[in-house]
Every structure is written in C-alpha cells, then in structure tokens.
C-alpha cells in the first residue's frame, strides 16, 4: 500500500511539472494551487521513504532481540538438561551400589525407574528448543543446534565408557575430554572421567593359567580426588574373555575410609580396576592403595 501511494504521488509530482511547463504564465491563484500540491505530494513521499528504512531498522533490531532472547533460553534449557542428566548418575551410582552389594533388589527396582523418568523429562526438556530454532536468524540456529547435539553425544559416551572395554576406555575418555572443552562449561556434566590422577607404581602377580588370574596393583593417587582407575596387563592372556571377577581393597591410605573397588574386562589380555570414595563429599587421599583382584573364565 505505502508503494502505491508513493507511485501516485510521483505521477502527480511529474503531472504538475509538466502542466506547469505548458503554460504560457501562471496567476497566483494557480502557483499557489501547484505548490500546495507539490508539498503534498513531496511530503507522501518522504514519508513513505522514511516509513520504510525504519521499518528496516525495526526489523533488524528485533532480530537482535530475538536472537539474544533465543541464545539464553536455549542456554538455559541445556543447563537443565545437565542439571537432570547429574540426577541420572546419581541414582545410577546409587543403584550400582545395590547391585554390587546385593541390597533391596525393590529399591533399585525403584531407582531404575525414577532414572528412566528424568530422562524422559530430559528428552522432552531439549524439544523445547526447537521453538526457538524456528525463530532466530540461521546463525544462532546453527550455534545452538551444535551446541544441544554436542552436549547429547557427550551425554552417550559418559555413559558408554562404564560398559566398554578397557582398550577402548582410553579413546573414549580423550573424546569426552576433548567434547567437554568445546562446550561451554555451565553445560557440562560434573564428573571426574577427565580428572584421572591413578596410576600403577607395582604389578605383583599372584596366580596366572590359563583359566584364573590373580595378582595385586598398588595404585598411587597424585592428588586428592573421589575416584581412580587404572589399566592393567595380564602376564599371558585368556583363551577368552573372563567371565567372573572380584577385587578387593587390601591397603588404603585411611583405614576407616568406605572406599569401593572393581575389576572388569571385556578383553583376554588387559582389565581396568577403579577405586572410589563412596562417603559423601570425602575424597580418597593422596597416596598408595594395594588392590588386589582376580579373574576367571
């Protein structure tokens, strides 16, 4: 509509000019009447003119709005989602201590449950933005969208690295290390996977056939932490992955401290054993800890 009437107005802007070049003298009632029209017209003009570059700035102003007001919502929907996927581990380490210890198959029953229930909240939580992806300009779509899906594989390979076997353990954990340094930090998990201080100072090998192994680490932790693991050779290997596995923890640096220790492997010639505070809020001290561990086929 503002295109037409600036169309009109030019049309009577150029009429005037040329009904004004034909006459051979102009009265002052005609001037007058030429020049009123010709303001009018100008006027229309320069309104439409200006109407529409600050209708352009509006817009572009409103983008910026809309774009900043996207970026921290989106931040704070993937906050949230960290937020429930700390809850997760949590119970997910409580239900791991139930099952290792062999206590109320109901209350892990229940705290599988409750688990399954805050990730659903978390998947529906992430659909939220995309009302935001509809909105904001591609740039800011581009970056929140690799943002949410960085965050949801980093999620994956947190929990994939409790089941995989220790030889794929290392390259996993450099991936979610490298994962957790291209996100920002409000949008990554607390966990220690990436702050790893154990290492083995002495392999004593107790019993080694080719049906049971048994033998005793002593791990040094360089610095106070909740938790270690290490990586560890057997002296001959396995016609075939282990199938039972225990460990034990026969010397720690605090004796009244609950520290919980396992041994797993999914491969015939190496095995990870961990060591864990399981005391709230009270880390394993620096120093050596012997574990001792064995496994059969």
Same mark, same amino acid.
């Given at each position: 509509?503002?295109?037409?009437?600036?169309?009109?107005?030019?049309?009577v802007i150029i009429v005037c000019l040329i009904w004004t070049s034909q006459l051979s003298g102009i009265d002052t009632?005609?001037?007058?009447?030429?020049?009123?029209?010709?303001?009018?017209?100008?006027?229309?003009?320069?309104?439409?003119?200006?109407?529409?570059?600050?209708?352009?700035?509006?817009?572009?102003?409103?983008?910026?709005?809309?774009?900043? %007001?996207?970026?921290?919502?989106?931040? @704070?929907?993937?906050?949230?989602? @960290?937020?429930?996927?700390?809850?997760?581990?949590?119970?997910?380490?409580?239900?791991?201590? $139930?099952?290792?210890?062999?206590?109320?198959?109901?209350?892990?029953?229940?705290? &599988?449950?409750?688990?399954?229930?805050?990730? $659903?909240?978390?998947?529906?939580?992430?659909?939220? %933005?995309?009302?935001?992806?509809?909105?904001?300009?591609?740039?800011? @779509?581009?970056? *929140?969208?690799?943002?949410?899906?960085?965050?949801?594989?980093?999620?994956?390979?947190?929990?994939?690295?409790?089941?995989?076997?220790?030889?794929?353990?290392?390259?996993?954990?450099?991936?979610?290390?490298?994962?957790?340094?291209?996100?920002?930090?409000? $949008?990554?998990?607390?966990?220690?996977?990436?702050?790893?201080?154990?290492?083995?100072? &002495?392999?004593? =090998?107790?019993?080694?056939?080719?049906? *049971?192994?048994?033998?005793?680490?002593?791990?040094?932790?360089?610095?106070?932490?909740?938790?270690?693991?290490?990586?560890?050779?057997? $002296? /001959?290997?396995?016609?075939?992955?282990?199938? @039972?596995?225990?460990?034990?923890?026969?010397?720690?640096? /605090?004796?009244?401290?609950?520290?919980?220790?396992?041994?797993?492997?999914?491969?015939? =010639?190496?095995?990870?054993?961990?060591?864990?505070?399981?005391?709230?809020?009270?880390?394993?001290?620096?120093?050596? =800890?012997?574990?001792?561990?064995?496994?059969?086929?």
């Amino acid at each position: 509509m503002r295109t037409i009437i600036s169309v009109l107005s030019m049309i009577v802007i150029i009429v005037c000019l040329i009904w004004t070049s034909q006459l051979s003298g102009i009265d002052t009632r005609e001037g007058l009447l030429v020049s009123i029209i010709l303001a009018i017209a100008s006027s229309v003009i320069s309104w439409a003119i200006s109407s529409f570059y600050s209708e352009k700035t509006l817009t572009a102003e409103n983008t910026k709005l809309i774009d900043r %007001i996207g970026e921290q919502s989106s931040e @704070k929907i993937l906050n949230q989602s @960290k937020q429930l996927y700390s809850i997760e581990q949590y119970l997910d380490e409580k239900q791991n201590i $139930l099952l290792e210890k062999d206590l109320s198959p109901e209350g892990s029953i229940f705290l &599988e449950s409750t688990r399954n229930m805050i990730r $659903l909240v978390r998947s529906s939580n992430n659909t939220y %933005i995309n009302d935001w992806t509809g909105v904001v300009s591609d740039k800011v @779509k581009d970056s *929140i969208i690799k943002q949410r899906n960085a965050q949801s594989q980093l999620f994956e390979d947190i929990n994939l690295i409790r089941h995989v076997s220790p030889d794929k353990r290392e390259k996993l954990e450099e991936k979610i290390e490298k994962a957790s340094q291209d996100l920002p930090s409000y $949008l990554v998990p607390v966990t220690t996977l990436k702050e790893n201080h154990a290492s083995i100072i &002495e392999h004593i =090998y107790i019993e080694d056939t080719t049906s *049971i192994k048994k033998g005793r680490l002593k791990i040094y932790l360089a610095e106070d932490c909740y938790k270690g693991h290490v990586v560890g050779k057997f $002296l /001959s290997t396995f016609s075939n992955p282990p199938k @039972k596995s225990t460990s034990s923890m026969e010397k720690a640096v /605090s004796r009244d401290q609950q520290i919980n220790t396992f041994a797993r492997t999914g491969t015939v =010639y190496d095995f990870h054993v961990g060591i864990k505070s399981i005391e709230y809020n009270i880390p394993l001290k620096k120093g050596i =800890y012997e574990v001792e561990y064995c496994f059969e086929e």
